[in-house]
């Protein structure tokens, strides 16, 4: 199965926001998926390129894709248990 921003279960538009706040909304709705949703997340907060990797490694889910060069920033992550 090839990995594409079109595959996802849940859209998380966390544009507009600022830190700590993105951050917080991905952890909530994080917990409301299944293992083995996936949730795309967008977002313009800057701090959010060097947060949400962070967030995955630390909560044990999957970044399956990352887009970083502009904003809207686009992460794909898949929810591992």
Do not use: H, W
Not at 11 to 38: H, I, S, T
Not at 68 to 80: A, M
Request: with cysteine.
């Amino acid at each position: 199965m090839k990995v594409s921003f079109d595959n996802y279960t849940k859209l998380l538009d966390a544009r507009g926001l600022r830190c700590p706040e993105p951050v917080m909304m991905l952890r909530l709705n994080m917990r409301n998926l299944e293992e083995g949703d996936v949730l795309l997340m967008l977002t313009d907060d800057p701090s959010t390129t060097r947060d949400i990797p962070k967030f995955c490694v630390f909560m044990d889910q999957q970044l399956l894709l990352i887009q970083t060069k502009e904003p809207p920033y686009r992460y794909l992550i898949k929810k591992l248990s």
